[in-house]
């Protein structure tokens, strides 16, 4: 067949015009791909829920045709956020509790109970949020109150960490606690030789048997109001931490159905557990269960938190130990030979020290373990180089550090102060630091963790410097803390925290540029939209 200049100029354009089908085209954006060049794109193509093409404008509009285009009009996209240690499950079965976060004195306390007691017909009272520390009489509250104003409830107050709780008197009844009453890793506090209701760390396991459970259908209710508010954030995966075998399973049969938030999720230490590592756990696409989460010591607001030497305004106190080394050691060995990660919540300079020396003893040297310490908050500095000897990776919490600042250096003193909510420290162990928020401890959101991290200052400003502001990180480093490093942490780095070709298509529109706006404008920045596998599972 002769070609006429007709057909050639057909053949021609049919030629720069044919394009690869996909499922969603973005241009017009500012995308900030957190690859290893720390790289930014134009647009970006994504078929079967990954990336296929991410580069220049005109690459990927003459490259592909979107079944859905979206034009971004200039804003600013990055991978989907990830929080690296949170409580996910938990976070959604307190929203139905009564808040006391931010109560300024127990009296406030009372007051939220006797309101929210109007309102509520069940005769178990469960509530999570105070703080004596924020109160003006910064002492831990009893609960002759209690027993006095709602003698008819059941009443269990969690302190804002969940490291204590407040139990009303007829919840001790239940659980037969006395002044006699006894726990290794736990305190029952007392006063006037009497039991106050506090009840610190695994003194809180007393009374866990005499509260009713909650329900399948409360827990799934719990899942999706807890998906819902983390993809209003940004956050497409979430690190629980610490779940029991049945939690997990339910996880995993939710994913079947309406969850599309990805989980990685960590095993509660059990000793049921312990022989049947070789068989348990998840890998798939939406859910990671393969690691074991142990609590060697408390929390530091409730001077739980283990220390070396006593606190500094509680001389006759050093904390609590909850896994001794021994546990440790045994936990450490059987993660090892099974191939599962291990992660311990540590807070004092003691626990961390004994964590990292029993993590040492399995580990020896530098490895591809990534096993975990969970907060990381307040390490010797004899021991800091362990992290890097036995390539034992930090997960820190940013917003620990700007909510404890105001009495932290009352707990540890001018010396110890310096060692703690040491960020860029930890980060330059092994080049990478996991951020997470520990909601709903903290804030749940992920760019809170970046405001806190790297102008470690509380909303309001404060302190005008910053605390410890040589600890904190650069906007790259706190970018990659909320993306790339703690998929790192998770072993997921090859299919998410990046936006690269052949990852899942996990993203987040936001309103400003997290590395070049103000300070102020970090505490405003709107997250527009959420993509799950390129999915919108949010749009503002």
Known sequence: MRITPFILVFILLNA????????????????????????????????????VAIGAEHQILNGYKGKQK??????????????????????????????????TSF???????SSY???????????????????????????????????????????????????????????????????????IVLFNGKPTGVLIDEAESLIQPVIPKYSKEFKLNSLKIAQEDCFALGLTTVCDGGLSKEEIDLINESHESFLKMRVYAMYSANNDLIDSLKTLGYKTERLTAKSIKLYADGALGSRGAALLAPYSDDSLNSGLIIAPEDSIRKWAKACFENNFQLNVHCIGDRANRITLDAMGSVLKTANDRRWRVEHAQVVHEDDQDKFGAYTVIPSMQPTHATSDMYWAEDRLGSERIGQAYALKTMMNQNGLIALGTDFPLEDISPIKTFYAATVRKDL????????????????????????????????????????????????????????????????????????????LVFEK
């Open 107 to 113: 009296n406030e306390v009372v007051s939220k109970i």
């Open 460 to 535: 309001s400003g404060f302190p005008e410097d910053g605390f410890a502001i040589g600890e904190s990180l650069s906007r790259q480093e706190a970018l990659r803390g909320i993306t790339i490093w703690p998929a790192v942490a998770n072993f997921e780095d090859s299919v998410k925290g990046s936006l690269e070709i052949g990852k899942y298509a996990d993203m987040v529109m936001l309103d400003q540029d997290l590395m070049n706006c103000s300070d102020q404008a970090l505490k405003e920045v709107s997250v527009l939209k959420t993509w799950v596998n390129g999915e």
């Open 117 to 187: 007691i109007s309102n509520y017909e069940g005769k178990w009272i469960r509530g999570r949020g105070w703080d004596q520390n924020d109160w003006e009489v910064k002492e831990f509250p009893r609960n002759d109150t209690l027993s006095k104003l709602f003698p008819d409830h059941y009443i269990v107050l969690k302190r804002v960490d969940g490291h204590a709780v407040l139990a009303s008197e007829n919840v001790l009844n239940l659980a037969g606690i006395t002044s006699e009453s006894k726990i290794a890793g736990g305190e």
């Open 16 to 51: 720069c015009t044919s394009s690869t089908q996909v499922d969603l085209i973005i241009h017009n954006a500012i995308i900030y791909t957190i690859d290893d060049s720390f790289s930014k794109a134009q647009a970006i193509a994504v078929n079967q829920g990954k990336i």
């Open 70 to 103: 979206i034009d971004a009009a200039g804003r600013y996209i990055y991978p989907g956020f990830i929080d690296a240690h949170s409580h996910f499950l938990g976070y959604g079965n307190e929203k139905h509790q009564l808040n006391l976060v931010e109560t």
